[in-house]
């Protein structure tokens, strides 16, 4: 049984199952998400016996398998991990110059079947749980070494966004699980200002990341309007706009307005781009303390639709920032690693 995936409240149980006392489990705890041993014989303030039977017990605190790990010329680097079963998922580190994020994935594939999203384009497989959700980024510190959870800046794996494979808010519990051993002061310790969660949409579920979690919300809105969203993001269909206008003003009265919510919205050509889609988007978010994302939209093979050229994305961006909305163009990462979302894998599948 691997323990990583296991709430603070489930590692005390496994612990007084073995007849242990319960503050094991913290210092146990404690070596597992701060230290990120992986071998008991290291956790050297652990009582012998202790280690002794854990072993016995056949424990484990297995990451997944790196199949393959590719880092660009700037740095960014991608994993492509297994899991147990053979599914596969990727990950991906994008630093900056002292800090820099880890992008986790939730689901095998996504059920969501965003038109634009090569992830979505593949078979939808399974949830991931809560330990594989974990498991990636401890896996991503294990490649950099980042070893035990430095307490002091600069820390290179610093971010959290769940922008991977899948879409969280379907596999929320699991999610939801891993964020808090992430979160945990006395384990990984990424604080909840330094994690971002991206939906598409999932109106039910929004607020409960306020609630919840805490953390900061990003919303891939993608379009002004039913009539275009209807066409790109199927869930649309069953969470129309307004619906998800109200859920995010449900989130932002629980967050706070200083908590911006970030609207993504990818940019394609002759789709959703034109000045007349930005007025519209304006009246879309007004009551909503907003930032938006501009993503030029990275192709893939096969896929329907072709990026805005520059210098429509700019007058775009020009028409949301006269709002006075903060509106970056995102620079593209890691292109010659295919490190947009899906696509390593999908890569890989055809080698
Ligand atoms: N399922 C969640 C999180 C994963 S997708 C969501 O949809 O929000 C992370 C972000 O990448 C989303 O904003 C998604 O719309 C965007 N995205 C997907 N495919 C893309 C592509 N080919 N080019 C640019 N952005 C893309
Ligand atoms: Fe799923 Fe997000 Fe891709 Fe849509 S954009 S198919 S929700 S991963």
Redesign the pocket.
Known sequence: MNLIGLSKEELTAEVVNMGEQAFRAKQLWHWIYWQGKTDFNDMTSLAKDFRQKLIEKGYTLDRPKVVRELTATDKTRKWLFQFTDQREVETVYIPEEDRGAVCISTQVG?P?D?K???TGSQKFTRNLTAGEIVGQFMAARDSYDEWPSPSIEPRYLSNIV???M???LLNYENTKKALKIIMDPEGIAISKRRITL???GVVPLIDKIASDLDVKL?V?L?APTNEIRDKIMPINHKYPLKELMVACKKFQDIAGTRNYITM?Y?MLDGINDSPADAHELMRLVSGLAVKFNL?P??E?PGCPFKCSPMSKIKKFAAILEAHHYAAPIRVSRGQEIMA??GQLKSGIQKI
Request: aromatic share 12%; net charge negative; charged share 10%.
């Open positions: 996504c969501n965003c634009f999203c090569h769940v922008m991977g899948g879409e969280p991206s939906t598409s990003a891939s993608h993504e990818v993503i939209f990275n893939w947009a979302c």
